[in-house]
Each structure stands twice: as C-alpha cells, then as structure tokens.
T-cell receptor
C-alpha cells in the first residue's frame, strides 16, 4: 500500500511552546488529509479534515486556533500545536487519501507528544 | 449520522484459537468498510477492506464479509498467533469520496502462548 510518513515520531516540549508535526504522502497525491488524536487505550478522535489548498474543516470542540493545520501541497500537511499545555499530551495520527483513487486512507506512524 | 459499533474488549484468547470480533454499522447509502490494526506504539495499518455488499476482504489469515442485510462486517481468523495481539478498529467511509473515515472504539486483543 501507499506510504504516509509522519515526523517526528515523538517529541517532548515545554509548556507554552509550539510544536509542529509533519505528515507526508511519499508515493501518492494526498488530496485529503485527516488529523486524529488518540488518548491511551481509546479510539481515534478526528480533529480535522483538510483538502489541499483550502482551509481545514475542524470537528466540533476542536480549537482551530490551538491546532493549526496547513495543507499547502498534495504531499504535505502540518499540524501545529500552539502554546502547548500538559493536557495536549497525546498521540497524534495523520492519514492521507487520494480521493480520486478511492476511499481508502493510509496512516502515518503517529507522533507522541509530551508537554512538560 | 454514520456510526460504527464494535465489541468491547479486551479479548483474551489462547494461541491457535478461533477469533471473532463483531462490528456493525449505521450509514446512509453504501459505505466502504475497513478493519485497521494498531500494534503497540504505532499508527494504524489497513488490515482488510470491502467496498460493496457480499465482498469478502482478507489478509494475513483474517477475513471479513460485508453483510448489507445485517449491516455487519465481523472480523474472523481461524487460528490466532501471539503476534496478532494488537488493537483492531472497524471503520467505514461514506460513498462520497471526500467524506471522513469513522472508527469504532477499537477492540484490544491479547493472545496467550
């Protein structure tokens, strides 16, 4: 299957700083990208959906000014957690889909964020 | 709205036992159905999929059949291995290709040697 690379795989940052997570589709054009958050032993919570070149659509309850999503190209989307706090510590996972080819989405390996 | 319901875990089995993880869905139209697997500390990997009624997805000994009449997509494996220990997510994607993927809550599977 297609490959989605997410970077970094883990990061520790100080409270109040911002962290950027990158999600790249390596061998296909990701017309749609999704960002999820996963709490320990729980399912994935969809945070936002982004289509290349347009603003992301955020799910209810997700602060768009807190979690900045940029999908500037067909192979790259970034999630920036601004002014991070300990409660933002979580596992963040991106997925990408070539909407022209089908409904299947491919997932990155996830980023574990720890805010201290 | 669309939703996915899967059996709660954890499920604990002995090696070589038969596995079934139930999954039912609610959706308008004809969604595509997926099973994803997540190994500890990793992202999700697509395990198998089915895009229309009566399709059977299969991979690594796992199978699931898209049953429109019962709105189900149960995951089965005839003989599990310790390496199958992971969390399994049932998911659907609406027929609209721009729509999001909706996940079930996940089922944690433990296989004992």
């Amino acid at each position: 299957g297609a490959v989605v690379s997410q970077h970094p795989s883990w990061v520790i940052c100080k409270s109040g700083t911002s962290v950027k997570i990158e999600c790249r589709s390596l061998d296909f054009q990701a017309t749609t990208m999704f960002w999820y958050r996963q709490f320990p032993k729980q399912s994935l919570m969809l945070m936002a959906t982004s289509n290349e070149g347009s603003k992301a659509t955020y799910e209810q309850g997700v602060e768009k000014d807190k979690f900045l999503i940029n999908h500037a190209s067909l192979t790259l989307s970034t999630l920036t957690v601004t002014s991070a706090h300990p409660e933002d510590s979580s596992f963040y996972i991106c997925s990408a889909r070539d909407s022209i080819q089908g409904t299947e989405a491919f997932f990155g390996q996830g980023t574990r964020l720890t805010v201290v | 709205g669309d939703s996915v319901t899967q059996m709660e875990g954890p499920v604990t089995l002995s090696e070589e036992a038969f596995l079934t993880i139930n999954c039912t869905y609610t959706a308008t139209g004809y969604p595509s159905l997926f099973w994803y697997v997540q190994y500890p500390g990793e992202g999700l990997q697509l395990l198998l999929k089915a895009t229309k009624a009566d399709d059977k997805g299969s991979n690594k000994g796992f199978e699931a059949t898209y049953r429109k009449e019962t709105t189900s997509f149960h995951l089965e494996k005839g003989s599990v291995q310790v390496s199958d220990s992971a969390v399994y997510f049932c998911a659907l994607s609406a027929s609209n290709r721009d729509d999001k993927i909706i996940f079930g809550k996940g089922t944690r599977l433990h296989i004992l040697p």
